[in-house]
């Protein structure tokens, strides 16, 4: 861990699960090796949710900067069409009943007949697909502010572990 102050915040969090977890431990548990594996997965927490913050806030900078229109999105209405077209019949699903009809994950795996887990793995491959698809259309200047977007929708499909 690189930074200070995160290094900091995963020390705390660990003795606070100390102090949550204390009575809990058996007696002979061998207390570095707890606080090892206490801080490790605190540590890899921290990390991956500061990575998702830096890229959020990469995308909305890319977003602002572009200062998308209405005229640019008329350009861009097609793309994601044809995005959307190209995905298979319950990918397209997935991408629909989560975007547009803001289903959570759990509501998502409960209509395609899968786990949340298998959902949200469907719903990050035809994200990734749509991606793609328009990644291979980025010669028009058009198409460049979608890829943002689906790059959001992208990260909101990973999430933070949680039910969203």
């Known amino acids: 861990m690189r930074s200070p102050q995160l290094a900091e915040e995963v020390a705390q969090s660990t003795f606070l699960k100390l102090a949550q977890h204390a009575r809990q ?8 090796g707890w606080l090892y594996q206490v801080t490790r ?3 890899s927490d921290v990390v991956r949710r ?6 959020r806030e990469q995308i909305a900078t890319e977003m602002n ?7 640019d999105w008329t350009h861009i209405d097609p793309l994601l069409d044809e995005a959307m077209h190209a995905l298979d019949e319950t990918d397209r699903a997935a991408v629909l009943l989560r975007y547009f009809e803001n289903k959570t994950l759990r509501e998502l795996g409960q209509a395609l007949g899968a786990s949340e887990n298998a959902a949200q793995k469907r719903l990050t491959r035809a994200v990734n697909a749509c991606h793609c ?4 259309a980025e010669g028009d200047r058009k198409s460049k502010l979608a890829v943002p977007c689906l790059t959001y929708m992208a990260l909101q499909c990973i999430g933070t572990g949680h039910e969203t």
Request: aromatic share 0%.
């Open 133 to 136: 698809h328009l990644q291979l």
């Open 65 to 71: 900067a572009m200062n998308a229109t209405a005229a």
């Open 50 to 55: 500061e990575a998702r913050r830096q890229m």
């Open 25 to 32: 431990l058996a007696p002979d548990t061998i207390l570095s």
């Open 41 to 43: 997965r605190l540590a």
